[in-house]
């Protein structure tokens, strides 16, 4: 019992650790995702991209759409379904990850280790 406990608060310990560390925007889950809502919506595409499959064959993921129809709320519901799932996640908005992208390149050297951007994403010039 006490074995069990000292389990269970670690793993707590850790998915906070995990949340934290993504930075995430908004308090989402994929619990909370309303399919009936007009936005369009494909709840066998959210389902397929809550399972995590993209991320173990090194997929990235962009989510498009018009303002005001969910679009970082469902990214943070995603994320927080791959922080569940012991994944490490950062959540970054496009104009943060693209200027964060472009003084890396202008730099000419790599992203520092636990940087922004992963190694695999920047694109930098090596002279």
Request: with cysteine; net charge positive.
């Amino acid at each position: 019992m006490l074995l069990d406990r000292e389990v269970a608060y670690r793993q707590d310990k850790r998915m906070g650790a995990r949340l934290r560390h993504a930075k995430l925007r908004h308090q989402a889950a994929p619990e909370d995702i309303d399919y009936r809502a007009p936005r369009g919506l494909d709840r066998h595409l959210v389902q397929e991209l809550l399972k995590g499959s993209w991320l173990e064959a090194h997929e990235n993921l962009i989510i498009s759409g018009p303002t005001g129809v969910g679009k970082s709320w469902l990214g943070c519901a995603i994320a927080h379904k791959a922080c569940r799932d012991n994944r490490s996640v950062l959540y970054v908005r496009a104009p943060k990850l693209f200027d964060d992208q472009s003084k890396t390149k202008l730099s000419k050297e790599p992203p520092q280790r636990g940087g922004i951007i992963p190694e695999h994403m920047a694109a930098y010039r090596n002279e």
